[in-house]
């Protein structure tokens, strides 16, 4: 093995990525998987999961996928996902975070219940599925080879952005601070903890903007980089995070967004 293999090898490495069936979840699964992981992938609809999980084994990776039914929208789905890991392994060495949920309506229409039920997915999931899943972190955890956890949190978390998602918009900003809090938490155990904050990438939440080439095309003009997310944009940040590459960093809110965080209209003395 060479030494970048080395530095970036996941292989041997058991992970759980929830709300893997499609978008994000499905691009770190598929990076994991390749990379030689053994990838658990969860969502609410259990027949998705298991058809992804056939369609990465079938690509030939060095790794392999098996999925299943798990529902983070509620305290009893989270036990009832835990329990399934349980019986799967008894350690895990990656937890990912991905399942979410967004909300949109206008300021003067925006429901009272969406705060609750976006807040429930998006944070109080975060952090009830990962203290529950601390025994398996802290079996799998070693000061060479920490455990690593990576939470999903967006551009619209760092950014005063809300395209009419308000609830969306202040949970990842939350989970951005969960992250933070969990980072030193969890430092001592030997247990990363980090956060993707993506930009603009084809999903199903994002389908009514970057459904089409066209409309991706669009929407990427807007992007510095000039361009929308890819799937290897999202893989080869998840193995930098899980690998001996990131095995140093924790508590970090890494950008995944061509440049939009650092975006601005202000100039001060260019006209």
């Given at each position: 093995?060479?030494y970048l ?5 996941v292989?041997g490495?058991?992970?759980l990525?929830?709300g ?8 770190v699964a598929t990076?994991?998987?390749r990379?030689?992981?053994t ?6 609809k259990?027949?998705d999961?298991i058809?992804?999980?056939s369609?990465?084994?079938?690509q030939?990776?060095?790794g392999?996928a ?7 929208s509620s ?6 996902l835990?329990?399934?890991?349980k ?25 009272y219940?969406?705060w609750?039920k ?7 999931a975060?952090?009830?599925?990962t203290?529950?899943?601390?025994p ?6 070693s000061d060479?080879?920490p455990?690593?956890?990576i ?8 950014q005063?952005?809300a395209d ?5 918009t202040?949970s ?11 980072a030193?938490e ?14 603009p990438?084809?999903?199903r939440?994002?389908?009514?903007a970057?459904?089409?080439e066209?409309?991706a095309?669009?929407v990427g003009?807007?992007?510095p ?7 290897d944009?999202i893989a080869?940040a998840t ?6 590459a ?7 809110i ?6 939009q ?11």
């Amino acid at each position: 093995m060479s030494y970048l293999d080395r530095l970036f090898s996941v292989a041997g490495k058991t992970a759980l990525v929830t709300g893997a069936a499609t978008g994000i979840g499905r691009m770190v699964a598929t990076g994991l998987v390749r990379a030689g992981a053994t990838v658990m992938i969860a969502s609410r609809k259990g027949e998705d999961c298991i058809r992804v999980a056939s369609e990465l084994n079938a690509q030939g990776g060095d790794g392999r996928a098996e999925g299943f039914a798990g529902d983070v929208s509620s305290e009893a789905g989270i036990a009832a996902l835990v329990a399934e890991v349980k019986v799967r392994t008894d350690r895990l060495h990656i937890l990912v975070n991905n399942a979410g949920i967004s909300w949109g309506a206008p300021l003067e229409e925006f429901p009272y219940h969406a705060w609750a039920k976006v807040f429930g997915v998006n944070v109080t999931a975060v952090f009830h599925l990962t203290r529950e899943l601390l025994p398996l972190l802290d079996a799998a955890a070693s000061d060479e080879d920490p455990a690593r956890v990576i939470n999903l949190g967006s551009v619209m978390g760092t950014q005063p952005l809300a395209d009419d998602a308000y609830s969306y918009t202040a949970s990842k900003a939350a989970v951005h601070h969960l992250t933070r809090t969990l980072a030193i938490e969890f430092a001592g155990r030997r247990i990363t903890v980090n956060a993707f904050a993506p930009g603009p990438f084809q999903s199903r939440m994002t389908a009514f903007a970057t459904a089409t080439e066209e409309q991706a095309k669009h929407v990427g003009n807007h992007v510095p980089l000039g361009r929308i997310g890819v799937a290897d944009d999202i893989a080869g940040a998840t193995l930098y995070l899980c690998s001996r590459a990131g095995s140093y960093v924790t508590g970090a809110i890494l950008p995944i967004d061509g440049g939009q965080s650092v975006q601005h209209g202000m100039t001060l003395f260019k006209e």
